[in-house]
């Protein structure tokens, strides 16, 4: 297009004052306030620049676009774009329990109740309500942790922001300008960026790898141990496997030699599981328990992974080594603030109770593949009218995900959907623009909805979703 014809164009473009004196906008003016509705409508008129400048929009098309104009709609979509929050809730029928990108695990009512009464008002967070003197944020879950520790001999726990943040913690605490010796066998790195060796070199610590990739003997612990090793760290291999030709020292062993040279054991757990995950059919994944009766020294792991709660870390441990990590200038800059105490302290009032179902993430894990079957065969009779969608009901495996039980998977029943003019990819696609967002797995050409982690009232959501597909 010639530029004189698109000047033209430019030129029929109105003001923006003159667009929000419009009857329809005024509405919206008075309704939204003048400063959000102008900066939709700078927007929309931006747009149509663009458009022109591309050579997109003629002087029909343009005609026509103006038209739209006069009845807000235009304006009050785009004020609703930009108003829209960005962070929203999405259904995942992933059947990945701790999904990271889906924020982990999803918190119980109770300790929404707790967020949201600590949040509104004030708190006696770092108050003595006793002496009116001040007191320590730990006291709300010490106790509680404490009562679940109790078999083991004492221990103590504090909280910092996440995992990675407790390990960082521990090893600067602990090892700062001394050695650590850990297996090359568990030199790990977890998605997001947090890997051993890396943490180990920003905690000043120095690292000391034993053995190899597949077999370290507690042989090779000892033999690396000198009067600079201020700790000895085993890491659990949260998201892969070592299989075939391997060996790694049991942990007695490793505790045994700790105890006998006098150098602590640190453990990674990781996910650090509270409850009896063999209940579940998961047989061979270590809790935090089972760590601590053996005679580790300090153990992290995260509470949003199997432990059901908000995004922590937790260092549970021996009381000396503990009160060490709580004095660093570092974990003032590593605390957690009172929300996540308030929805820690509900998560693990839970765990005393023993009301394992009261928290999302075990419920979840705790579901039968035969209930997961009975739901996703009630989803597919709602959708049995919509000839353009084909469903059928397969055996499948959900995933714990968040570092948990690598290859540790609970048998499951998924609907698998195809669309008829769709590729599943396409419906998938389809889906995330659904509001709520739905996130599922493609497979074999089909949509693969696991029914385990949606939670029952979102279910008529999932069939609205595809009824509107197929229209
Ligand atoms: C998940 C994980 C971490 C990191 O925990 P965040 O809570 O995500 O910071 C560290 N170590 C291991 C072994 C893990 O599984």
Redesign the pocket.
């Known amino acids: 297009m010639p530029t004189a014809d698109k000047s033209a164009l430019y030129r029929r473009l109105p003001a923006v004052d003159e667009l929000l004196r419009l009857p329809a906008v005024a509405a919206l003016v008075a309704r939204e306030g003048h400063a959000a509705v102008a900066e939709a409508a700078r927007s929309v008129l931006d747009r149509m620049r663009n458009e022109i400048a591309a050579g997109r929009l003629d002087e029909k098309g343009l005609e026509l676009a103006l038209g739209g104009l006069s009845d807000a709609g235009i304006i009050s979509r785009e004020l609703r774009q930009a108003m829209r929050y960005s962070l929203r809730g999405v259904i995942n029928a992933t059947g990945v329990v701790l999904h990271?990108n889906l924020g982990?695990a999803p918190l119980s009512e109770k300790a929404l109740d707790r967020i949201r009464e600590a949040a509104a008002g004030y708190s006696n967070l770092e108050f003595d309500l006793k002496t009116g003197e001040r007191g320590k944020r730990d006291v709300h879950t010490q106790r509680l942790f404490a009562r679940l520790f109790a078999e083991a001999s004492e221990t103590a726990t504090v909280v910092v922001?996440?995992?990675?943040?407790?390990?960082m913690l521990a090893l600067n605490s602990l090892a700062e300008g001394g050695e650590v010796v850990v297996s090359r066998g568990e030199l790990?790195e977890?998605?997001?960026s947090?890997r051993?060796p890396d943490v180990m070199a920003k905690s000043g610590a120095t690292m000391r790898e034993v053995g190899t990739t597949n077999r370290t003997r507690i042989a090779d612990y000892e033999s690396a141990l000198a009067e600079k090793t201020k700790l000895l760290l085993r890491?659990?291999?949260?998201?892969f496997q070592i299989v075939g030709f391997t060996e790694r020292p049991s942990l007695e062993e490793l505790v045994a030699l700790g105890k006998r040279r006098g150098i602590p054991l640190l453990e990674?757990?990781?996910?650090g599981a509270l409850f009896d995950l063999a209940s579940v059919g998961i047989p061979d994944e270590p809790g935090v328990m089972d760590s601590l009766r053996a005679g580790v020294d300090v153990v992290?792991?995260?509470?949003?992974?199997l432990l059901g709660g908000p995004?922590?870390?937790l260092l549970s441990g021996k009381p000396e080594l503990i009160a060490r990590c709580r004095s660093n200038p570092m974990f003032r800059a590593l605390r957690v603030d009172k929300l996540s105490y308030a929805a820690l302290e509900a998560t693990l009032l839970a765990y005393v109770r023993q009301d394992h179902d009261a928290i999302p993430a075990l419920r979840m894990m705790r579901m039968s593949a035969d209930s997961v079957r009975e739901r996703a065969e009630g989803l597919q009779a709602k959708l049995q009218r919509r000839a353009r969608l084909k469903t059928e009901i397969v055996a499948g495996e959900s995933v714990i995900g968040?570092?948990?039980a690598p290859g540790a998977n609970l048998k499951t029943f998924v609907l698998a959907v195809a669309c008829d003019g769709l590729s599943a990819d396409e419906l998938a696609a389809k889906l995330r623009a659904n509001e709520p967002p739905i996130v599922v797995r493609v497979g074999e050409g089909r949509v693969l909805f696991d029914l385990r982690t949606v939670f029952p009232e979102q279910e008529p959501a999932i069939a609205a979703a595809l009824a509107a597909v197929v229209g």
């Open positions: 990271t982990r922001n996440n995992n990675a943040a407790a390990v790990v977890i998605g997001g947090f051993i890491v659990h291999r949260s998201n990674d757990l990781g996910s992290t792991y995260s509470g949003d992974k995004q922590a870390g968040g570092g948990a």
